[in-house]
Antibody, heavy 121, light 107 residues
Framework: QVQLVESGGGVVQPGRSLRLSCAASGFTFSSYGMHWVRQAPGKGLEWVAVIWFDGSNKYYADFVTGRFTISRDNSKNTLYLQMNSLRAEDAAVYYC??????????????WGQGTLVTVSS | DIQMTQSPSSLSASVGDRVTITCQASQDISNYLNWYQQKPGKAPKLLIYDASNLEAGVPSRFSGTGSGTDFTFTISSLQPEDIATYYCQQYDNLPPTFGGGTKVEIK
């Protein structure tokens, strides 16, 4: 079955960087668009970024453009989110999610369990 | 960005009750609308896709209707295990956007 396992979360100071990973299994990773979605404590869901099946296209939410970079390694079945210049408001549980199709239409069919990012001095 | 307005933000109902949640999009999104269930401390789970289609393995007491800008999610007979927060989400345009959520509790 589809399994997505995030890692890399933790406590980081404002302005510093963190890289999240999402290990995928149970499906052909290179055939699906992949997303990052976040949820601040006690708040709703917020889309962060998408990458197409082959990494050829990437799109970001306005609030992370220029600070975060989504990438993937299809040989390792792994999705990444490089987060730079972190702010207090970036604190959240970050979920990776698999799309329904190649390009990542924004249809979150499967989710990981999430990894918590805390931004604090 | 397309705004998704979900109501109510919370509700309390008895076991066996019919529960209805509405979601309104700020522009026509056809049927590009999903519903998710999120239990405390867990990841969201897709329940309904394309506004009215039940995801595999999801109990038939869950249903969805609507198209264009107005959508409805229904639990026909509320069960104790349905305690959760429910979100609508549009994927007609990037960025995909979510409603604010509806927290469902047992009375």
């Amino acid at each position: 079955q589809v399994q997505l396992v995030e890692s890399g979360g933790g406590v980081v100071q404002p302005g510093r960087s963190l890289r999240l990973s999402c290990a995928a299994s149970g499906f052909t990773f290179s055939s699906y668009g992949m997303h990052w979605v976040r949820q601040a404590p006690g708040k709703g869901l917020e889309w962060v970024a998408v990458i197409w099946f082959d990494g050829s296209n990437k799109y970001y939410a306005d609030f992370v453009t220029g600070r975060f970079t989504i990438s993937r390694d299809n040989s390792k079945n792994t999705l990444y989110l490089q987060m730079n210049s972190l702010r207090a408001e970036d604190a959240a549980v970050y979920y990776c999610a698999r799309d329904r199709d190649l390009r990542g239409s924004g249809y979150f069919q499967h989710w990981g369990q999430g990894t918590l990012v805390t931004v604090s001095s | 960005d397309i705004q998704m307005t979900q109501s109510p933000s919370s509700l309390s109902a008895s076991v066996g009750d019919r529960v209805t949640i509405t979601c309104q999009a700020s522009q026509d999104i056809s049927n590009y609308l999903n519903w998710y269930q999120q239990k405390p401390g867990k990841a969201p789970k897709l329940l309904i896709y394309d506004a009215s289609n039940l995801e595999a393995g999801v109990p038939s007491r869950f249903s969805g209707t609507g198209s264009g800008t107005d959508f409805t999610f229904t639990i026909s007979s509320l069960q104790p295990e349905d305690i959760a927060t429910y979100y609508c989400q549009q994927y007609d345009n990037l960025p995909p956007t979510f409603g604010g959520g509806t927290k469902v509790e047992i009375k």
